[in-house]
């Protein structure tokens, strides 16, 4: 049987891509840099079958209906593959050719958490893409290239490990928009310790806050910015300096917030318990503990601190009623094929 299993981390973004320089070829205006997530990783199997089907298992391995976009947007991203891998393949293949393909992917995260399962889900099934159609050449910078064409560009990031620099590039052609690995996992003991206070999908999609993002009066000035927060960011993850990355890593994310709320379609991603917990991390950190935010597209915060320090951090969540869930996340190992199959 003709069939590959792959395994592929979410990611955290420290700078944030957040708007297209090109939607088609997903291409953003400026680089971006990020942290692999040890708990948050999704595993995919790639089976060459009669037909196309695409089944999703929770963490706990039970059948889930998957949701007519995803549905839409995996096979979208299969025929991108089957095109690369025809006779002379270059392009989308055009729906039927190739051979059909069975996925099968299991999120490690519970599902409907409203963790982010995009990035990892899109790595993993490049990897087991390439695999299953006998796509050569494919190394990591190639991989981290098909996994942004898939339309979730922050699944480039998926692909290396550790920490991670998706590069924006500069040809029309996507050619040189890649990630790669700045340090490895084990470079610095940082925890993301996400907590978790929603769990509705979220009401406006990140595809929508990408095409609006360059309406707000505020794109601008953030994009003169980034040069030089990317370089402190870099610098800062170099020296291992959380009291440097810190604030920009808070000022990333209120960006980030206050760009989609002042777009011309405005979006609110923070909720009144996303308030909570961020006033909880400024009072921690007046405690003394070394504890900053981030956040996403969503209500969901990321609580960035030591290793160490994250026992403390928990303590101080469990505090609050409106956090349902917490999962801690060291840096991880990037996409890579394994053994053990999903079907
Ligand atoms: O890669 P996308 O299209 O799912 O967008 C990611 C958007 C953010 O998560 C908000 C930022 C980022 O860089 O991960």
Redesign the pocket.
Known sequence: MNRATAIAPA???F????GWRDEAL?L?FHD?V?MTLSACTTRTTVIESGGDEIVLLDASGRERPAGESFRRRVSAHLDFLRGLASPGGGGAAPVGRGPGLRVVTRNAMPMGTGI?S??SGFAALTVAGCAVLGIGNVDERTLSILARRS???????SIPGGFVR?HAGARADGADSFSESLHAPDHWALADTIAVVATEPKQVA??E??RAAPTSPLFAARLAAMEGRNRRVIAALAARDLDALGPLLEIEALE?HRIAETSAEPARYRNAATDLVLERVARLREEGVGVWFT????PNVHLMSLADDVPRIERALHGIAAVVAVHVNLAAPGARLVEDHLA
Request: glycine share 12%; net charge positive.
């Open positions: 990611n955290i973004a700078t944030k891509f957040w997903t953003p971006t990020s982010a995009s990035a339309g979730s560009g922050s699944a480039s990031r998706w990140s595809r806050g990408h980030l956040l996403d597209a969503g």
